[in-house]
């Protein structure tokens, strides 16, 4: 890979990720018009390219810390705070058990609310619905991983994915007004935001556009379904990073990659998202999710049509 390529595919990540249209789908596509074009590059499927890719992801979890710094420290710090809130007493009092008892109560009390009120343990209920909303990407996403390695490898197949993108952005701006709020989360809305991600994990559904769509289609408000979907990406991303890395290690694959390609990819992604997402952040919790719908459908259209006539 050199360095043009690593810059070009960075910056593509870097203005795709905020918007869902699926960021994953660019590269991809744009990888293979690479090769297409007498590019030294190894295969979208290949274990390092995929690799690359969720390291250029990662660079845009920096822009989001960056963005968001007051924000997810603060998030940490409450998080940190009702943790210690809601931990029973260690000790051999005659009490323990009582302790142990009403902590369980608390813990269930954590989990289904029922839209009522639980205190200063807001945060960290958030944390706890986004372990479970990971867990279920991870459910999805394992079992199925060779298939979606498949659909990296065809460009018309991420043509269809792009298509069924669209539909779900129409289908969301479609949608009556939203009454859930975040103290009426719930393990099995979280569960289905963590379905839209793993299917997500497919090239040309957009990860933000699916976990969005989730949200909306169980009753949660836009800014939080927005707010929620980048608060699960980073264990999602970092997770199916530290995967792929074994992954890589263990197929020695670095050759066709090199590490200065890694770290510019890397480097300009997050630089380049801080930009975007600073352009698109008062546009995301009001914008019209058909106006993306149009953009994918073209651009699927595109694809199909490239595909046909061997320019992917």
């Known amino acids: 890979m050199s360095l043009f390529e690593s810059v070009l595919l960075g910056i593509i990540q870097g203005i795709f990720m905020f918007f869902p249209v699926s960021s994953t789908s660019h590269l991809v596509l744009t990888q293979h018009w690479l090769i297409q074009r007498g590019s ?7 274990p390092e390219m995929i690799f690359f890719d969720l390291v250029v992801h990662v660079g845009t979890l920096i822009s989001i810390v960056v963005v968001f710094r007051r924000s997810l420290s603060r998030l940490l710090t409450r998080i940190w705070k009702d943790f210690w809130q809601l931990a ?48 279920v990407t991870g459910l999805i996403g394992l079992p199925l991983k ?11 197949a991420i043509s269809f994915t792009l298509t069924i993108t669209g539909i779900l952005l129409w289908c969301t701006d479609r949608k009556l007004r939203q009454s859930r709020g975040l103290r009426s989360l719930s393990p099995w ?5 963590g379905i839209g991600q793993g299917l997500a994990l497919i090239p040309g559904l957009s990860r933000s556009g699916m976990t ?27 997770g199916a990073t530290v ?3 074994i992954e890589v ?3 020695e694959s670095f050759n066709g990659l090199g590490v200065m390609p890694l770290l510019v990819g890397f480097i300009v992604s997050a ?7 600073q352009m698109v952040l008062h546009l995301l919790y009001k914008a019209r999710f058909r106006y993306f719908s149009y953009y994918v459908w073209v651009l699927a259209a595109i694809v199909a049509l490239g595909s046909w006539q061997g320019a992917f």
Do not use: C, H
């Open 40 to 46: 030294s590059l190894p295969s979208p499927d290949s």
């Open 88 to 135: 029973p007493e260690i000790g051999s009092s005659r009490g323990e058990r009582l302790k142990l008892r009403l902590s369980a109560l608390r813990t269930r009390s954590l989990l289904f609310p029922n839209g009522q009120r639980v205190g200063d343990r807001l945060y960290l209920r958030l944390a706890v619905l986004g372990m479970i909303s990971v867990l």
């Open 146 to 156: 060779s298939v979606f390695k498949e659909v990296f490898a065809n460009p018309l």
């Open 189 to 193: 809305v979280a569960s289905v935001i």
């Open 212 to 238: 969005i769509s989730f949200a909306l289609f169980t009753g949660l408000k836009r800014q939080w379904a927005a707010e929620y979907s980048f608060f699960i990406a980073f264990p999602t991303i970092l």
């Open 243 to 245: 995967l792929q890395t």
């Open 249 to 251: 290690l263990e197929a």
């Open 271 to 277: 630089g380049v998202g801080i930009v975007a997402l």
